[in-house]
Nanobody, 126 residues
Framework: VQLQASGGGLVHTGASLRLSCAAFGRSFRDYSMGWFRQSPGKEREYVAAISWQPGYTKYDESVKGRFTISRDKAKNSIYLQMDSLKPEDTAVYYC????????????????????WGQGTELTVSS
């Protein structure tokens, strides 16, 4: 089972970018999935999550209104549309899913994460 994140890059302040995370090896249609990020010298932090139930999403306050998480169950993928990017968004972004289907709908307990992607790096220059 593998989560593959992609789409990172180097952009300027105010730019937009979309991250993708494709899952391989099993279906994640009944799993919540989400995004975390880690900046140099900092702990990994929560960004956003999307429930297996339609229409349920949650965002960290630092990205609310600028980032949008979505999923395509048919493609076993999730996405993170990032708008109005800021230098403080610079980080390695990881997609994740909980250990069990139907659990932790908003990925609020990092200890329950059972699957991590390899990370994709975003740099926002000022």
């Amino acid at each position: 089972v593998q989560l593959q994140a992609s789409g990172g890059g180097l952009v300027h302040t105010g730019a937009s970018l979309r991250l993708s995370c494709a899952a391989f090896g099993r279906s994640f249609r009944d799993y919540s999935m989400g995004w975390f990020r880690q900046s140099p010298g900092k702990e990994r932090e929560y960004v956003a999550a999307i429930s297996w139930q339609p229409g349920y999403t949650k965002y960290d306050e630092s990205v609310k209104g600028r980032f949008t998480i979505s999923r395509d169950k048919a493609k076993n993928s999730i996405y993170l549309q990032m708008d109005s990017l800021k230098p403080e968004d610079t980080a390695v972004y990881y997609c994740a899913a909980p250990r069990y289907s139907g659990s932790d709908p908003y990925l609020e307990d990092m200890r329950e994460i059972g699957y991590w992607g390899q990370g994709t790096e975003l740099t926002v220059s000022s």
